[in-house]
């Protein structure tokens, strides 16, 4: 294997030909196969791939972070010039307290909870050498340092008193402390809303001029690399395929594998309408599995007999930009997603109305009114996109158009214009089969004990009033509709991957031939790869059997492909509800405007951030007025944290709540946005 | 987790394009079960409990003599030796055939009260953790209030009102278990009822009585399981204490472990040890041998 183009001397992390395994039950099972990639001090390095392809085992074995059965079978890693292979245990850790920091997917398991932040960041300095004193003041700074507004008051407090965004900045304050020369994010903004994701990645972009250690940043979200990364390596099966910076790689992709990820992303403003998604034939190989010639053939659509017997050769693209393919000039060959032909009907006639509905939850410390006058409706075929921040009462509402939440008085939820019983368990059958769920998490929500054939066929039975015989019949030819074969019906979850899992939780909704279905980020636990297939499936069904979809996510993208009409949420409140293309034309509400602002580009479109400034209300006292009054960029000081703003209708279909005019907010939303206000610290 | 090559194979040889080769439930289960048959506490377990279940079912088959009378031509208070392996007692029996048929009362009552528990703890855990609300609190605050006070004394009232009585001492014993399988069984439902697949059944019209037997039940067994062998371990101790304080539920001159410590213990000072440590030796073993057992289930369940 050759060394990539960049020069080592100049390198603050150098890995090289490294070779890890997993020892499972017994064997060595290979993971990387031959790794090889620099990072200088002060860049940005993206490792990008399908989960399993070995990117977190990369950056875990950089600092030889690795369980008792992962052992390094060969190569070399680099570190400042140092050798972490051959480093004794003593060394090992001297090197990671002081050379090398990790920042970790999710920050509440990253910290201790029964201790206080101040202790906890103070002690990261301690272990290099401070004084208790010292350690205290540079605690302070440090947190000062990470933008945390009054820091005083959060190093004396726990963990659990602090939001996910707050804490992932301590947790990087933490990694700082050693001015490392490696600092390592694994997936540092994945368990975050988009917003919150868009503040951590903006402060990690202003740490790094100031900082100037090597970053090797690992995500699956191709936007989260493009904007924060100067150059990326994409990963498969344990070896990198494609090198080169964000631009070349992004906008001029050189591996099919590049391409296939790529494609399978809702991008340029794409809908269901145009063409499916691409999804990447096949499933990553088994960790161990040997793959002596190219790691991606079996899935590659270029592949030819020469791709199965040799060693695919590194060809340089341009300058830095290489790919590890037999055949980069037929690149263009590779096929382009199927086109839609069929026409999308959506029908005018209203399947399921929420007229109304609050619903409020009675708790010991008091009343908490998590959903306020919400009206939404649905049209036959019709795809309701649903979006707005964690704890803006997104679920809450699909749980009680389902039953689970009884409604308060006053509201109400009809099929075809007749009020359904508030309960699911009181519920007649029609109702229930007229209105399905798909959650976010499938390993939750399937039944480890059962079989799939079991789940179906009783989801069936429930649902139709079918029973032996006809009701297995019909689950199979569900199955068969959702693309699972006969063998897969008689397995249980967790011999499913996470697709083929989400695949079942689908045919469960559809058992009964819903005409509602409600899918809570049905996509967000799944690789880009598979979210396609699941997307093509959703878009495809409702094509075929006209069903409406309330599809709740945070990711812009999908929900553009995806949705007729959206409808954001904050507070518990609808604060816009719209057509989908006339959303995007604007105007706006501002929240809206700040939530689309808030999404990394893969395109590499200009960034213009609207930051949202400090939490989400809790439901339990809103702000009076506009409820969002408090983190508004347009507030109109006087009237909107007094009046409460009525729903306003710009065109048809489209209603914003705003006190400011639609043609104002028109105007406004043409200039790019600029903050003038003093930046928090 | 050891497993041989073939066995890899096979996992490798099932995985095709679609279906992770995640092993199949036929897969785990045989490695489990290798896990278990491996395991050194699990072999001795298996040993010791083997010994008692086959003195309790087929005493005639290991004692040497009758366990009730005095054995001829020996002397009472006789140390171990060739003729009598464990000695004699006060009385001239022989030590080693008592506890070979001491078993049988204590392998019948042990397992019947550790059940009776199991059953009610079970259904009551279930129930709570799933409808939780005020019925939840109430039966709860029971619940800690009887595992407050110490088993024994609790046990000792209720043997007394009722009368030492072999079926009185099991249902007491089962009684008395109920709350700490509860317990457990309460905590694990909480939990799994927070699980989506519950919501779903819920969505679709399911009765709670399906939700909590035929959805939740299934995922907590295991749960059940050790939680089971664990309580037979003190449902023996505890039954072998009451018989120490003579509620043992038989007459005073049937072998019974308990009883025969309490009948012979003064004597350890006189030296003459064998009447009394070979019945606690085998209270003692029956526990560990049941421990040990649980321990390496629950580890190769775990696995």
Wanted: hydrophobic share 40%; glycine share 8%; aromatic share 6%.
């Amino acid at each position: 294997m050759t060394a990539s183009p960049t020069a080592t001397d100049t390198a603050a992390l150098s890995i090289r030909d490294l070779e890890m395994a997993y020892m499972v039950r017994g064997t060595p099972r290979a993971v990387l196969r031959g790794v090889s990639f620099d990072v200088r001090a002060g860049e940005a390095y993206g490792l990008v791939g399908e989960s399993g392809c070995g990117k977190s085992t990369t950056a875990y074995t950089a600092l030889r972070y690795l369980p008792s059965n992962g052992l390094i079978q060969g190569g070399t890693i680099s570190v400042g010039g140092r050798e972490v292979t051959a480093m004794s245990s003593k060394e090992l850790r001297e090197f990671r307290a002081n050379h090398a920091s990790m920042v970790y997917q999710d920050p509440v398991q990253a910290v201790n909870p029964v201790l206080k932040i101040g202790r906890q960041v103070a002690e990261s300095f301690e272990v290099i050498g401070h004084s208790k004193g010292e350690a205290k003041e540079l605690a302070h700074k440090a947190l000062q340092r990470v933008h945390i507004a009054d820091p005083e008051g959060v190093l004396e407090r726990y963990p659990h008193q602090l939001s996910g965004g707050m804490l992932q900045r301590v947790v990087i304050a933490m990694a700082l402390a050693s001015d490392p020369l490696l600092l390592v994010l694994d997936e540092p903004t994945t368990g975050l809303d988009a917003t919150v994701e868009a503040e951590v990645l903006d402060l990690v972009r202003e740490l790094r001029d100031e900082i100037g250690a090597a970053i090797l940043l690992i995500a699956h979200n191709l936007g989260v690399i493009r904007t924060m990364c100067d150059r990326v390596g994409i990963m498969y099966a344990g070896r990198i395929v494609e090198e080169g910076t964000v631009e070349d790689v992004f906008d001029n992709p050189s591996h099919p594998y590049t391409v296939g990820l790529l494609n399978s992303i809702p991008r340029h403003g794409a809908r269901k309408t145009d063409r499916e998604l691409f999804s990447i034939p096949g499933n990553l190989p088994q960790i161990g599995d040997p793959l002596p010639t190219c790691v991606y053939v079996a899935r590659c659509p270029l592949a030819t007999d020469k791709c199965s017997a040799e060693v695919p050769p590194i060809v340089a693209r341009s300058d830095g930009h290489w790919t590890r393919c037999h055949h980069p000039d037929r690149i263009d060959e590779v096929p382009l997603p199927d086109e839609v032909s069929t026409a999308h009907n959506v029908g005018t006639e209203e399947v399921i109305g929420v007229h109304g509905v609050s619903k409020t939850f009675h708790q010991r410390s008091g009343d908490v009114p998590a959903l306020v006058g919400v009206d939404l409706g649905f049209a036959e075929g019709e795809t309701l996109g649903l979006v707005g921040e964690s704890g803006s009462g997104k679920s809450t509402l699909a749980k009680t158009m389902l039953g689970v939440h009884e409604p308060d008085e006053g509201g109400a939820i009809t099929l075809r214009g007749r009020p359904m019983a508030t309960k699911s368990i009181d519920r007649e059958t029609e109702s229930i089969r007229a209105i399905q769920m798909v959650f976010q998490n499938p390993d939750s929500a399937l039944n480890r004990s059962w079989t799939v054939r079991r789940i179906l066929t009783r989801a069936v039975s429930k649902l139709t009033g079918k029973s032996g015989d006809d009701a297995e019949a019909q689950a199979v030819q569900i199955a068969h509709a959702m693309q699972l074969s006969d063998r897969h019906l008689d397995m249980r979850p967790r011999q499913l991957s996470g697709g083929l899992k989400q695949r079942v939780a689908i045919a469960r909704a559809f058992a009964g031939d819903p005409d509602v279905v409600v899918a809570d980020e049905p996509t967000s636990a799944l690789d880009v790869s598979v979210q396609a297939a699941i997307l093509n499936l959703l878009a495809e069904l409702q094509r075929d059997v006209r069903t409406s979809y309330l599809f709740i996510t945070h990711d812009i993208g999908v929900v553009r492909y995806l949705a007729d009409r959206i409808a954001v949420m904050y507070v518990g409140r609808v604060m816009e509800v719209g057509p989908t293309d006339v959303m995007f034309e604007g105007p706006i509400h501002p929240y809206t405007e700040a939530l689309l602002s808030a999404v990394p580009s893969v395109d590499g479109e200009a960034e213009n951030r609207i930051p949202l400034k400090g939490e989400i209300p809790s439901p339990k006292n809103p702000p009076p007025g506009c409820v969002f009054h408090t983190r508004c960029h347009r507030v109109i000081e006087g009237t909107c944290d007094k009046i409460e703003p009525p729903m306003v209708e710009v065109s048809l279909g489209h209603s914003i709540k705003c006190h400011i005019p639609p043609d104002e907010l028109l105007e406004m939303q043409k200039v790019p946005w600029v903050d003038h206000s003093v930046p928090e610290l | 987790m050891t497993t041989t090559p073939e066995n890899i194979e096979t996992v490798a040889a099932e995985s095709d394009d679609r279906a992770v080769a995640v092993a199949t439930r036929k897969q785990v289960r045989k490695e489990q079960r290798r896990l278990l048959f491996r395991s050194p506490s699990f072999i001795i377990g298996t040993i010791i409990i083997g010994f008692w279940v086959l003195s309790g079912l087929w005493p005639e088959l290991l004692d040497r003599f009758d366990p009730k009378a005095s054995v001829p031509g020996v002397s009472p208070r006789t140390p171990p030796g060739d003729g009598t392996w464990w000695g004699t007692d006060r009385l001239g029996r022989d030590v080693y055939s008592r506890v070979v048929h001491g078993a049988r009362p204590i392998l019948i009552a042990a397992p019947a009260a550790t059940v009776i528990a199991a059953f009610f703890g079970t259904l009551l855990g279930l129930f709570t953790g799933y409808f939780r609300g005020w019925v939840d609190e109430i039966i709860s605050r029971i619940l800690e209030a009887i595992l407050s006070i110490p088993a024994i004394l609790l046990a000792i009232v209720i043997v007394f009102t009722f009368g030492a009585t072999t079926p009185v001492i099991i249902g007491t014993i089962g009684f008395l278990f109920i709350p700490a399988i509860a317990r457990t069984v309460r905590a694990a439902t909480l939990a799994e009822a927070q699980l989506d697949y519950v919501t779903a059944a819920q969505m679709r019209g399911e009765r709670s009585l399906f939700i909590i037997g035929r959805e939740i039940f299934p995922n907590i067994v295991g749960v059940v399981i050790v939680e089971v062998t664990v309580r037979l371990g003190y449902a023996i101790f505890t039954l072998a204490t009451l018989a120490f304080l003579g509620l043992s539920g038989g007459n005073a001159t049937d072998p019974n472990w308990g009883l025969d410590v309490a009948q012979n213990y003064q004597q350890v000072v006189a030296e003459v040890w064998w009447p009394t440590v070979f019945p606690a030796l085998a209270i003692g073993t029956l526990v560990i041998g049941v421990n040990l057992m649980a321990d390496s289930i629950d580890e190769a369940l775990k696995s």
